[in-house]
């Protein structure tokens, strides 16, 4: 019996009571129709509205679903790394409740099923929020820097609706580092991508993008956490302006040797102490950032606690079916001979 792939869909919410009811309807009459072995994981990231109590009475309709509750606020990527830990699908697709419509996940899931060598599929939204002027310039600005830096292409567009491999979900839940920026982990773990085209549709009112000041502190935190090249061309800066000062202790000699009268070089020196201190100074603010940033990942905390976790009493059946893969070769696929999902008593 050939396997058919178990599809996991991973869903963050925040604040979503008055939109889940209507979203998980349309999301679970669609995978239950083209996806029969599959599993929905809600991650509440400590809502404060009525979201956890909507979705515990939900589950008592929808089957395959659970939900996990963290402790508190961690931000959006921690929810969807809780998500992604916790998924046993082959192929995982990683949704926006708020903006991102259930029917994509064909067009995001299609070629994967075509191409084996292909692992990570990412939404590009076509009819995306407008930005400011100011936003759109600095994203660009800070783009073409991390690229040139990190040496990894970065997504113009917010990866909010993403598909992955098993292997992709794998390497991407290896990344450790506190700092979460699914976009550019994705980005940056090597695999084949590809992107597809598709339709945003806004639900709630859900503010949709980041505040400039969030996007730049988590641009920088990222790429603190991802590259040394910063710290690297510091050190350049540094052994140039050593070079600098040997070459001006030399300049001094040789005017004290062939001057017999040496002017007062307060001017001179003046700049060269300004000079001086100003890449101390700036050494020390990049040095000062990756202390922080090492301190912050020597702690060894974890990057999430879940409070709670519920499940849908209802289960997928089907006698002809396995919930995973029986045979596979392929690094990171789940390989198992699983019996048959149960209908709960």
């Known amino acids: 019996m050939a396997s058919r792939p178990f599809l996991s869909v991973v869903v963050p919410l925040h604040d979503d009571a008055n939109i889940i009811e209507n979203y998980l309807t349309d999301l679970c009459e669609l995978v239950q129709r083209d996806f029969p072995q599959h599993e929905v994981i809600l991650v509440d990231d400590w809502s404060q509205d009525d979201t956890v109590e909507t979705v515990a009475q939900l589950l008592q309709r929808f089957p395959a679903i659970r939900l996990l509750r963290l402790s508190r606020s961690y931000g959006t990527d921690i929810a969807i790394t809780a998500g992604l830990e916790t998924s046993i699908g082959d192929l995982v697709v990683v949704m926006r409740i708020d903006r ?6 064909g067009t995001l899931v299609a070629p994967l099923l ?11 939204a076509t009819n995306a929020p407008a930005e400011s002027l100011t936003y759109r310039l600095l994203r660009s600005a800070f ?13 113009k567009n917010s990866l909010s609706c993403i598909a992955l491999t098993r292997k992709a979900v794998n390497a991407i839940t290896r990344v450790k580092q506190k700092q979460r920026y699914l976009s550019w982990i994705c980005c940056s773990v090597g695999f084949k991508r590809l992107e597809v085209d598709y339709a945003q549709s806004p639900r709630g009112a859900r503010t949709a ?23 690297r061309w510091v050190s350049y800066a540094g052994l140039a302006g050593a070079g600098l000062n040997l070459a ?17 070089g307060w001017t001179t020196l003046s700049l060269q102490s300004s000079s001086m201190f100003l890449m101390l100074f700036v050494i020390q603010a990049v040095m000062s950032e990756y202390v922080g940033r090492i ?6 905390r974890p990057l999430y606690h879940v409070v709670d976790e519920l499940g849908s009493p209802i289960a997928v059946y089907d006698p002809s079916l396995r919930n995973v893969q029986e045979h596979s070769t392929e690094q990171g696929s789940r390989v198992a001979d699983v019996a048959p999902v149960r209908r709960a008593a």
């Open 114 to 124: 075509a191409d084996k060598d292909l692992n990570i599929v990412v939404g590009k």
């Open 209 to 231: 993008r980041r505040s400039l000041l969030e996007a730049f502190d988590l641009g920088v935190a990222s790429l603190v956490t991802s590259t040394t090249a910063p710290l």
């Open 295 to 300: 301190l912050d990942e020597t702690k060894d």
């Open 100 to 105: 991102d419509p259930p029917a994509v996940i």
């Open 248 to 264: 001006y202790v030399g300049y001094v000699f040789l005017v004290n040797l062939l001057k017999s009268h040496v002017a007062e």
């Open 143 to 155: 783009t073409r820097t991390a690229e040139a830096l990190s040496g990894t292409r970065i997504p």
